[in-house]
């Protein structure tokens, strides 16, 4: 499940809306599927209005947020054979310094 920021509030009420009627069956005829879309796109337009006048404040939040990117998730979509250089002199891992042998996966558009 997705954890909105204090500053996604408005798009996190529509989003549970249409979680909302995702679960509800069909009855008298009314379309959710129409109605879904209808707030899927108005979700995406309240985001993108919102990201697009963020204060610094808000910027150091989005940068901070615990379903972020981190290091691993580009390792693993970007490196192939991967194996990392483990320990130090005092025979302990490192967290914030991640250093490895890899194979870059590079695709030819020729």
């Known amino acids: 499940m997705r954890q909105f920021l204090d500053f996604e509030k408005p798009v996190a009420e529509l989003e549970n809306k ?39 404040w808000q910027k150091v939040q989005v940068a901070r947020h615990a379903q972020r990117p981190h290091t691993q998730d580009y390792i693993n979509a970007l490196l192939t054979e991967f194996t990392p250089l483990a320990g130090t002199g005092c025979m302990r ?14 695709s030819l558009w020729w």
């Open 18 to 56: 249409i979680d909302e009627l995702r679960q509800m069956t069909d009855p008298e005829g009314v379309n959710i599927a129409e109605e879904t879309a209808r707030l899927s796109e108005k979700a995406e337009k309240h985001l993108r209005a919102i990201y697009a006048k963020l204060t610094p």
């Open 93 to 106: 891992m490192i967290k914030p310094l991640l250093a490895a042998w890899a194979a870059l996966m590079v």
